[in-house]
């Protein structure tokens, strides 16, 4: 019997929140419905979700005689990774192979990847399922592998001294639901974690692909745009995903409402939310051209209360200036017909926030662009949430040669915090419309203004925006944020603050500049900036209740120097992993 274990090391948002990794169900499924005389020869271990200590996992393999342990690399966890498994892959049997896979696994794209990440026997590009069990076939009936007749796998030729990367070949999403099939790992792996406190977000994939290419994306991996459907279990995986007691499900699909289905899909979460209390709360990544989908998901989303309440609908649109989504290949309806919706649907569920996301960084955003950015987002009654630009490495805008040149991309690899840990990435340092200066900038007005944006819709008040723009970018605590910013990334190589929003040295020495909605809340109820909302709110009389409110809510007022933050900071969930793209 082989022995498989699954190592997805899935750090938690912060506190206990957790995606769910599922691509041990789908690498199962394949094996058991497409090989089953190779599913007889293997043992499946439940798998670590969670990043562990190098003694649990190697105390593991021991113990259980594993024989083959895989990994998931992400962008998340890959630099906490290819430090913690070179360390564990030397306390391991002779015997135990460690395959790679996942979203930032690179060998396709580059010769040297397989060498410099030693610890790995074999990497999987892309989707892993038939890779997987070809790799398995070959280890558990002692077969030599061979180029042509395996796809989507590298490793290393040690007799001939070098590295083999296989073609690759689509693979569509299973027509048979992998959380269906295997109910009683998946629940097991539920039952586990949420005795460790964690509260699960269950990623799940019914669509695979994207038919788009924007430049900032690695949804596709760099393979190409085709795009498949598992389409008729729906109703029994939510029905699985309440029983398991999984009220929080990111959709993991690139364009949900693309399908006529998709609409069958909101509406059966309606039912149970409404019929059956099951409490659902649905993620998803909304299609970027069905608009009239769109609209009609979020109003059932609406009705059937399953949006995050502090997140409330989801509006991506990454930025306003069309040269700018020109340049990342970005198809979209115009902002007047995305602002139309908003104001729609503020009418009809006025406690319901509307987040815009945006995204900072990209070619051809101008300091004064990106304001107007910020200004048009806060007018429309949205609150605002800015990713920074990561160039992730299977991207179009890392793949192509003449992308970085074109735009004159500069990138930095400044040690960031991640409020858990370091990390490097490339990230915008620099392009033809906005300098080094300007990044930094951007940065700090950013985070300040969506904790503004933050204090705005939780008071409901009515504020001249381009006053309070102005206000804050000649505020002492801006300026002060930004010269640290800028001084500690240029004199340093450090992307982070070293101070607090008062100017005082920060926990630690550091706070995180790169996850732009940390301060959402803490922020929002600073005397300083909500003064700088109430000098800028168009009827402070009528108004001043809902700020007072909101300021004794969160255990605050305006008498005190600095606001008691005794509640955890609320962040957005992450982007769940893609759940059939991991070995």
């Known amino acids: 019997m082989t022995n498989i274990a699954f190592y997805h090391c899935q750090p938690p948002n912060l506190g206990n929140e957790m995606h769910l990794p599922v691509a041990a169900i789908y690498l199962k499924t394949y094996i058991d419905l497409e090989r089953p005389d190779l599913a007889e020869h293997l043992h499946w271990t439940l798998p670590f979700t969670l990043p562990e200590d190098d003694n649990v996992i190697v105390n593991f393999c021991h113990e259980h005689s594993i024989d ?34 996942g979203g930032s696994i690179g060998v396709h794209r580059d010769p040297d990847y397989l060498r410099r990440q030693s610890w790995m026997d074999y990497a999987v590009y892309g989707s892993g399922e038939v890779a997987f069990a070809d790799l398995l076939q070959s280890l558990v009936f002692n077969r030599k592998l061979v180029k042509f007749n395996v796809s989507n796998l590298a490793w290393h030729d040690t007799l001939n001294n070098k590295v083999i990367v296989s073609d690759y070949r689509f693979v569509p999403e299973p027509k048979i639901s ?30 695979r692909g994207c038919p788009y290419k924007c430049t900032f994306c690695d949804w596709n991996l760099g393979l190409g745009n085709k795009v498949s459907r598992r389409k008729q279990t729906f109703q029994q995986e939510i029905d699985l995903f309440q029983e398991l007691g999984v009220t929080t499900i990111n959709i993991a699909d690139a364009n949900f409402g693309q399908y006529d289905e998709d609409i069958e899909i909101f509406q059966y979460f309606l039912d149970k939310n409404l019929k059956e209390q099951a409490g659902f709360q649905v993620l998803v990544t909304f299609s970027k051209l069905r608009k009239e989908h769109v609209r009609r998901l979020m109003h059932l989303s609406g009705q059937g209360k399953f949006y995050s309440s502090y997140i409330g609908f989801v509006f991506s649109i990454q930025d306003l200036d069309a040269q700018v989504l020109q340049n990342i290949d970005r198809p979209d309806v115009s902002w007047e017909v995305h602002r139309e919706m908003i104001a729609e649907l503020q009418a009809a569920y006025p406690e319901v926030p509307c987040t815009i996301n945006v995204i900072l960084g990209l070619p051809g955003q101008t300091l004064e662009s990106w304001k107007h950015t910020l200004l048009e987002t806060m007018d429309a009654g949205g609150l605002t949430l800015a990713f920074i630009n990561e160039l992730l490495a299977l991207s179009p805008a890392a793949i192509d040669p003449d992308y970085q040149t074109k735009f004159d991309m500069q990138y930095s690899e400044a040690l960031r915090f991640n409020t ?21 900038t951007m940065t700090v007005l950013t985070s300040i203004w969506q904790s503004a944006c933050r204090l705005r819709h939780e008071a409901k008040i009515t504020v001249n925006s381009h006053e309070l723009m102005q206000r804050i970018l000649t505020s002492d605590n801006f300026l002060r944020l930004r010269d640290d ?10 992307f982070f603050y070293r101070i607090d929003f008062d100017g005082n040295s920060a926990p630690q020495g550091r706070l995180s500049a790169c996850h732009l909605s940390y301060f959402d809340l803490a922020w929002s109820v600073h005397p300083v900036l909500v003064r700088m909302v109430m000098d800028c709110t168009v009827d402070i009389k009528r108004n001043f209740a809902g700020i007072a409110r909101y300021l004794r809510d969160n255990g605050t007022s305006l008498s005190e120097h600095r606001p008691k933050l005794t509640n955890p900071i609320p962040q957005p969930r992450l982007p769940a992993p893609r759940a059939a793209t991991a070995a």
């Open 485 to 494: 910013l800028y001084d500690n990334w240029t004199q340093n190589d450090c």
């Open 68 to 101: 083959i342990l895989c990994v998931s690399v992400f962008i998340w966890n890959e630099d906490l990774l290819n430090q913690q498994m070179p360390r564990i892959r030397s306390k391991l049997p002779g015997h135990v192979k460690v395959v790679a896979g």
């Open 178 to 207: 992998p959380y269906l099939h295997n109910r009683d790992l998946l629940a097991a792996m539920v039952e586990r974690d949420q005795a460790r406190g964690m509260h699960i977000t269950m990623s799940w994939q019914l669509t």
């Open 420 to 440: 858990t840990y370091f990390y490097r990435n490339k990230f915008p340092k620099s392009c033809y419309s906005f300098s080094q200066h300007d990044m930094a």
